[in-house]
């Protein structure tokens, strides 16, 4: 079965603390993303990867750093944490980079920072 | 710059037509693209639409576009409970990289 699975799927952790969200897809896709999702806001691209040890910035990727050793595997790290970080992630993958190409979505994961 | 908006909230009686709207900015070719997001879950792709195009029809969906108002819309038809969820508008301009752009999202509430 075709799965973007994301761990863990809620977190609440303290200001400063490093923190990694990892990301697996089983599909063998090059193209994979992160977003997060703010009320009101919708989701915003934070970096994306179109293959293995090829990433670059999205529009909000301050605060966050990603790397892309394996093609199934994206991680998210948060280096220090802050509050303004309290948001639904998302990874996204898709066969490659075509906007033709379907993007899906892993189930999300709630982080919380106080 | 790009910006997508649509309506936060819509409500419509199980059996009904709902028509969700959306109007983006950008002003180059697009595709455009609608996904539903249920509670809990990622989101999910519906459909999508190049911005040459002026209507798509998919079973009980069906996406017109106005690209002279950059008007968006998703009709669907015979509204079923399982229809409540959160869709949001989606575009992804050509020659803008991987760049995708999305509204705020639209809840829909269908009433038994």
Excluded at chain 1, 12 to 30: A, D, F, R, W
Excluded at chain 2, 47 to 56: L, R
Excluded at chain 2, 58 to 64: A, G, H, K, P, S
Aim: aromatic share 12%; with cysteine; hydrophobic share 30%.
């Amino acid at each position: 079965e075709a799965q973007v699975t994301q761990n863990p799927r809620y977190l609440i952790t303290v200001t400063g603390k490093k923190l990694t969200v990892t990301c697996s897809q089983n599909m063998n896709h090059e193209y994979m993303s992160w977003y997060r999702q703010d009320p009101g806001l919708g989701l915003r691209q934070i970096y994306y990867s179109m293959n293995v040890e090829v990433t670059d910035k999205g529009d909000v990727p301050e605060g966050y750093k990603v790397s892309r050793k394996e093609k199934r595997n994206f991680p998210l790290i948060l280096e220090s944490p802050s509050p303004n970080q309290t948001s639904l992630y998302f990874c996204a993958t898709s066969a490659g980079g075509r906007p033709t190409d379907t993007q899906y979505f892993g189930p999300g994961t709630r982080l919380t920072v106080l | 710059g790009e910006d997508v908006e649509q309506s936060l909230f819509l409500s419509v009686r199980e059996g009904d037509s709902s028509v969700i709207n959306c109007t983006y900015t950008d002003s180059s070719s697009t595709y455009l693209y609608w996904y539903k997001q249920e509670p809990g879950a990622g989101l999910q792709l519906l459909t999508y639409i190049f911005s040459n195009m002026d209507m798509k029809q998919d079973q009980r969906l069906t996406v017109l576009l106005n690209k002279k108002d950059k008007h968006l819309s998703l009709r669907i038809a015979d509204t079923q409970t399982g229809d409540s969820a959160i869709y949001f508008c989606a575009e992804r301009p050509m020659g803008g990289g991987f760049k995708t752009i999305f509204g705020a999202g639209t809840r829909l509430f269908v009433k038994a």
